[in-house]
């Protein structure tokens, strides 16, 4: 009888076998996304300036820390609470989701990138994905313009309220689809809504969290970390120092994108796009209604 993971087989444990057929199938799903590079500008132009005015005061380089997660999650919050910029992004209750585009909220050498959730039926994986990584190119260039270098690190936000669960594990596939599958080196799994642990720690919060839902977890090489976006005081700003001083060690200079085959197929589909806006601009009939003499 053939192995059912065979085609996946390397020198990892059993689960991880599991893990990677799982994973396998999930990208396999996902790789009909298609993230154009050739969008018009996401940020718009009060933040390009926000990104500007703050690596134009930062001394060397600036940390770009990108949020990433389910929608709920929490990414809003944790952007005004990271950057003391207590109401820049919106947060909300909402049954529906509430981020609709790219922003930034920016503080002292920190501009902090804040992005539509995963799991918007509205927007949709192809598009959430596609504007994650053109929001972060556009951050590294506004950064770029000032002179100065860009250090980036994702977190990817979830919530101490809720699971971590399959669509979490398709939403880290696809910002792998987004930001280059190396994106895991240069990241963080920040918890928000630490204030509903109460006293409980991480390390027993985590307990119950096993299978793949725990690989791809750990499998963030900046590890775990608590946030309480709602609290004040010394303890609630200790998990904020905690999560910046990760993101600084964990950050990489120049952003996270993908590279090969996925790379070369976001060339390709940009250079289609530019063609055929290219022929409707001239009149000239797309190649498939072309006739043959
Ligand atoms: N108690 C508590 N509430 C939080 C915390 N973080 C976020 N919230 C609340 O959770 C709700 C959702 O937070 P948002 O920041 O809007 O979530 P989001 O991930 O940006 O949501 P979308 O933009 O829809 O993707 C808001 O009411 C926040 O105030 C936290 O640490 N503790
Ligand atoms: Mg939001």
């Known amino acids: 009888m053939t192995d059912r993971f065979e085609p996946f087989r390397h020198r990892c444990g059993d689960l991880r076998h599991r893990y990677c057929t799982n994973m396998a199938e999930l990208e396999a799903q996902l790789s009909n996304l298609s993230i154009s590079n050739d969008e018009p500008s996401l940020l718009d132009a009060s933040d390009?300036?926000?990104?500007?005015?703050?690596?134009?005061?930062?001394?060397?380089?600036?940390?770009?820390?990108?949020?990433?997660?389910?929608?709920?999650?929490?990414?809003?919050?944790?952007?005004?609470?990271?950057?003391?910029?207590?109401?820049?992004?919106?947060?909300?209750?909402?049954?529906?989701?509430?981020?609709?585009?790219?922003?930034?909220?920016?503080?002292?050498?920190?501009?902090?990138?804040?992005?539509?959730?995963?799991?918007?039926?509205?927007?949709?994986?192809?598009?959430?994905?596609?504007?994650?990584?053109?929001?972060?190119?556009?951050a590294e260039e506004a950064v770029a313009a000032t002179g100065k270098e860009a250090r980036f690190s994702v977190l990817y936000v979830a919530s101490c309220a809720s699971r971590l669960n399959t669509a979490d594990l398709e939403a880290m596939v696809a910002v792998g689809f987004a930001l280059g599958r190396a994106w895991r080196n240069s990241a963080c799994l920040v918890w928000t809504h630490a204030d509903l642990l109460e006293e409980a720690s991480l390390q027993a919060f985590l307990e119950g969290l096993d299978g793949d839902a725990r690989i791809a977890a750990d499998s963030l090489r900046g590890g775990h970390c608590l946030l309480d976006n709602v609290s004040t005081?010394?303890?609630?700003?200790?998990?904020?120092?905690?999560?910046?001083?990760?993101?600084?060690?964990f950050s990489r200079i120049g952003r996270p994108q993908p590279s090969g085959k996925h790379a070369r197929r976001i060339r390709q589909d940009a250079m289609r796009r530019r063609e055929a806006r290219r022929r409707a601009e001239n009149g000239e009939a797309p190649p498939s209604l072309c006739r043959v003499m």
């Open 48 to 138: 390009a300036q926000d990104i500007m005015q703050c690596a134009a005061q930062a001394k060397d380089n600036v940390l770009v820390v990108v949020l990433v997660g389910l929608c709920g999650a929490g990414k809003s919050a944790t952007a005004n609470r990271l950057s003391g910029n207590v109401e820049k992004r919106r947060a909300q209750r909402s049954a529906g989701p509430v981020t609709k585009s790219c922003g930034v909220a920016c503080g002292d050498s920190l501009i902090v990138l804040d992005t539509p959730g995963f799991g918007d039926a509205g927007l949709g994986t192809n598009a959430t994905a596609a504007a994650i990584r053109k929001a972060t190119q556009e």
């Open 233 to 249: 005081g010394g303890a609630a700003s200790a998990l904020v120092e905690d999560v910046l001083d990760r993101c600084r060690r």
